[in-house]
């Protein structure tokens, strides 16, 4: 088949030991078989990781990308994924990001994705233009923060320009260490920034003028122009562009957010613009301005303890300049606070005490941590090492994690949420551990009548067999759905989530709200040109997450892995979402068999079937 649209139809090799850069074709077959984007991500990496890799090993692959809506005016359409064997959870684990720009400048510089292996010999980034490739010297750049080192390749290479940062936390291998896209939109929990430090690699910089080609131009415009009339006409959507997350999110008043807003800035074709610039007008920090993926997260330490929030816009820009995890940090720092009070962890002389309701002696620590010295590299090496390090009581003392990652999720999680849903179900079965994907899913955050279900489904693919098991009831007399089935319903957010990250578009609730199922296949469709109906488009993307089960399984991951923490059952519980009765391990153990079933796995073992390995078409992959 020809190349379709809509993709470069090239990937990047790099070699950073040799210093080797490959442009090959991409195989216009894998287009039509795995979306683009993130299934094409999972594609590539599962072709490209050596299976039983350590994480941080010089051979360690990785793999960057943009789907084929990506560069196109839809609205949304910027996001950047990415695939690697992530330290923290060491499984193969997907990482997303709003792409800002740098996702329209690597489809505009003619690639779809980049495949990147090995050590370079120094601090190097790689800069990308229009075809051309090579891989630089990061000297005066290796050992500044995220921004700082952003805003010094903006001055050396110009604008416009995407640029992937790292920060001193990801170049001292710190397992939650993030990389940056934009100085804006975080790339990387579970520690892909330190699998781009174990590299050498501090950055990407990438330009492009080529443009991107649409297969069937009006029917593109057609459905593009319905798509933002819709947007238009939403009643909601001046109040969605003026307050972005804090209108979901409050944890700072309307009133104090608009003293502090000074612009807010967007992905490239986002119409809510929900990231924010901000300058602190008054008070010790009067002049200080940060930029962040939203000021929701600049806010995000006064969930902590941290009283003014001036002082967390401090804290958790100095935190995004290191490149850490601020949710990881704050779980650390809790933790490493309960094991000195109770005498299992002691500080050196001259360390302050850990006051996480203090922005200085939190940002303190946050400095140790990422450039590892002191307690700080104890702390920096995460939970289970902290547990090994003080003995006896110390597991005991840690917070509710999974995968080696906190749950920040939960009843005892910083964001409290205590009924079970997929997007809680989904951080113990998601292979790369706790995540905020929720895609859309009625269950995110909110008690919902199951009346509302069906139509939300259907938005989202799932087809009309499935709807009867997910909703135990519906087919009855009265159409009114009796029951919910979590586990069953996991599997088509998770499918949701996968449609919309292989095409490039943007998962938040604010965007996807106006994207359908069968709207996202008429745009493929329209912009590629592969012959793509809604049940394709799902079934494309169930192979995409059924070969990453495959690549975890490879790295011996079983259902064990899966299983939620025993603490979760106990004071406070998550609760059932319908019943809101405190939830059994048996309860759990229910729902996990519903998700196997569900994906075609094996009940018991989550271990993909034969006959349906054999559907998808991947069989030859095991």
Same mark, same amino acid.
């Given at each position: 088949?020809?190349?379709?649209?809509?993709?470069?139809?090239?990937?990047?090799? @790099?070699?950073?030991?040799?210093?080797?850069?490959?442009?090959?074709?991409?195989?216009?077959?894998?287009?039509?078989?795995?979306?683009?984007?993130?299934?094409?991500?999972?594609?590539?990496?599962?072709?490209?990781?050596?299976?039983?890799? =350590?994480?941080?090993?010089?051979?360690?692959?990785?793999?960057?990308?943009?789907? !084929?809506?990506?560069?196109?005016?839809?609205?949304?359409?910027?996001?950047? +994924?990415?695939?690697?064997?992530?330290?923290?959870?060491?499984?193969?684990?997907?990482?997303?990001?709003?792409?800002?720009?740098?996702?329209?400048?690597?489809?505009?510089?003619?690639?779809?994705?980049?495949?990147?292996?090995?050590?370079?010999?120094?601090?190097?980034?790689?800069?990308?233009?229009?075809? $051309?490739?090579?891989?630089?010297?990061?000297?005066?750049?290796?050992?500044?923060?995220?921004? =700082?080192?952003?805003?010094?390749?903006? =001055?050396?290479?110009?604008?416009?320009?995407?640029?992937?940062?790292?920060?001193?936390?990801?170049?001292?291998?710190?397992?939650?260490?993030?990389?940056?896209?934009?100085?804006?939109?975080?790339?990387?929990?579970?520690?892909?920034?330190?699998?781009?430090?174990?590299?050498?690699?501090?950055?990407?910089?990438?330009?492009?003028?080529?443009?991107?080609?649409?297969?069937?131009?009006?029917?593109?415009?057609?459905?593009?122009?319905?798509?933002?009339?819709?947007?238009?006409?939403?009643?909601?959507?001046?109040?969605?562009?003026?307050?972005? /997350? @804090?209108?979901?999110?409050?944890?700072?008043?309307?009133?104090?957010?608009?003293?502090?807003?000074?612009?807010?800035?967007?992905?490239?074709?986002?119409?809510?613009?929900?990231?924010?610039?901000?300058?602190?007008?008054?008070?010790?920090?009067?002049?200080?301005?940060?930029?962040?993926?939203?000021?929701?997260?600049?806010?995000?330490?006064?969930?902590?303890?941290?009283?003014?929030?001036?002082?967390?816009?401090?804290?958790?820009?100095?935190?995004?300049?290191?490149? /850490?995890?601020? +949710?990881?940090?704050?779980?650390?720092?809790?933790?490493?606070?309960?094991?000195?009070?109770?005498?299992?962890?002691?500080?050196?002389?001259?360390?302050?005490? #850990?006051?996480?309701?203090?922005?200085?002696?939190?940002?303190?620590?946050?400095?140790?941590?990422?450039?590892?010295?002191?307690?700080?590299?104890?702390?920096?090496?995460?939970?289970?090492?902290?547990?090994?390090?003080?003995?006896?009581?110390?597991?005991?003392?840690?917070?509710?994690?999974?995968?080696?990652?906190?749950?920040?999720?939960?009843? $005892?999680?910083?964001?409290?949420?205590? /009924?079970?849903?997929?997007?809680?179900?989904?951080?113990?079965?998601? !292979?790369?551990?706790?995540?905020?994907?929720?895609?859309?899913?009625?269950?995110?955050?909110?008690?919902?009548?199951?009346?509302?279900?069906?139509?939300?489904?259907?938005?989202?693919? @799932?087809?009309?067999?499935?709807?009867?098991? #997910?909703? !135990?009831?519906?087919?009855?007399?009265?159409?009114?759905?009796?029951?919910?089935?979590?586990?069953?319903?996991?599997? +088509?957010?998770?499918?949701?989530?996968?449609?919309?990250?292989?095409?490039?578009?943007?998962?938040?609730?604010?965007?996807?709200?106006? +994207?359908?199922?069968?709207?996202?296949?008429?745009?493929?469709?329209?912009?590629?040109?592969?012959?793509?109906?809604?049940?394709?488009?799902?079934?494309?993307?169930?192979?995409?997450?059924?070969?990453?089960?495959?690549?975890? #399984?490879?790295?011996?991951?079983?259902?064990?892995?899966?299983?939620?923490?025993?603490?979760?059952? $106990?004071?406070? !519980?998550?609760?059932?979402?319908?019943?809101?009765?405190?939830?059994?391990?048996?309860?759990?153990?229910?729902?996990?068999?519903?998700?196997?079933?569900?994906?075609?796995?094996?009940? $018991?073992?989550?271990?993909?079937?034969?006959?349906?390995?054999? =559907?998808?078409?991947?069989?030859?992959?095991?």
């Amino acid at each position: 088949m020809n190349q379709p649209r809509g993709f470069s139809g090239n990937v990047l090799y @790099v070699d950073l030991g040799s210093g080797a850069t490959e442009t090959r074709p991409l195989a216009p077959e894998l287009c039509e078989r795995f979306i683009g984007g993130l299934g094409l991500c999972v594609k590539l990496a599962y072709d490209n990781i050596t299976p039983g890799v =350590e994480p941080l090993a010089p051979e360690a692959a990785i793999v960057l990308g943009a789907g !084929p809506l990506v560069g196109t005016n839809l609205p949304s359409s910027s996001r950047v +994924y990415a695939v690697a064997r992530l330290p923290q959870s060491r499984s193969i684990g997907w990482c997303g990001a709003g792409g800002m720009v740098f996702g329209c400048m690597l489809k505009n510089a003619g690639l779809d994705h980049i495949v990147i292996r090995g050590k370079a010999g120094r601090p190097s980034y790689l800069y990308i233009e229009d075809g $051309k490739t090579e891989i630089r010297d990061a000297a005066g750049i290796w050992g500044l923060g995220m921004d =700082e080192a952003a805003e010094a390749l903006w =001055e050396r290479e110009g604008r416009p320009a995407g640029v992937l940062t790292i920060g001193q936390a990801a170049e001292n291998l710190v397992p939650f260490s993030l990389a940056f896209i934009d100085r804006a939109a975080t790339l990387g929990r579970g520690g892909f920034g330190a699998v781009l430090g174990s590299k050498n690699l501090k950055a990407i910089v990438v330009k492009g003028s080529r443009g991107v080609r649409v297969h069937d131009r009006k029917a593109y415009r057609k459905l593009a122009n319905t798509l933002a009339e819709s947007i238009k006409n939403y009643e909601y959507l001046k109040e969605w562009q003026e307050l972005g /997350l @804090v209108k979901s999110l409050p944890v700072l008043s309307r009133q104090d957010y608009a003293t502090i807003r000074q612009r807010r800035i967007a992905c490239v074709s986002c119409p809510i613009g929900d990231k924010d610039v901000v300058r602190i007008p008054d008070g010790p920090h009067a002049g200080f301005t940060a930029c962040s993926s939203s000021v929701a997260n600049l806010c995000l330490p006064t969930i902590y303890g941290i009283a003014d929030f001036r002082d967390a816009i401090m804290l958790s820009a100095e935190v995004d300049c290191l490149g /850490l995890d601020i +949710y990881e940090l704050f779980g650390l720092l809790i933790f490493a606070r309960d094991l000195v009070q109770n005498g299992l962890l002691k500080l050196a002389p001259g360390e302050p005490p #850990i006051n996480t309701a203090d922005w200085e002696s939190t940002a303190a620590w946050a400095r140790a941590i990422a450039l590892r010295k002191g307690t700080g590299a104890l702390i920096a090496n995460g939970y289970r090492a902290l547990i090994l390090a003080c003995g006896p009581g110390a597991e005991a003392l840690a917070p509710y994690t999974v995968k080696n990652m906190l749950t920040y999720v939960g009843p $005892k999680g910083p964001l409290p949420w205590n /009924l079970f849903g997929t997007m809680e179900l989904g951080q113990a079965m998601d !292979p790369r551990g706790p995540h905020v994907g929720a895609s859309g899913s009625p269950t995110y955050f909110a008690k919902r009548p199951l009346a509302v279900f069906p139509k939300h489904l259907r938005r989202m693919g @799932v087809p009309e067999d499935a709807l009867q098991r #997910i909703l !135990p009831g519906l087919s009855d007399p009265d159409g009114t759905p009796k029951s919910l089935r979590i586990g069953r319903l996991l599997k +088509y957010s998770q499918t949701w989530f996968t449609v919309l990250g292989s095409l490039g578009l943007c998962a938040r609730a604010q965007i996807n709200r106006f +994207y359908s199922c069968d709207l996202a296949a008429a745009l493929y469709q329209a912009v590629t040109g592969i012959p793509t109906t809604r049940d394709q488009l799902v079934f494309r993307a169930q192979r995409a997450w059924t070969l990453l089960r495959l690549a975890n #399984i490879r790295e011996g991951f079983t259902a064990e892995q899966d299983a939620p923490p025993a603490r979760w059952f $106990k004071d406070p !519980p998550f609760k059932d979402y319908l019943t809101e009765q405190p939830l059994t391990p048996e309860a759990v153990q229910t729902l996990m068999a519903d998700y196997y079933d569900e994906q075609g796995w094996d009940p $018991k073992t989550g271990v993909p079937t034969a006959e349906r390995l054999h =559907e998808l078409g991947i069989d030859e992959e095991r």
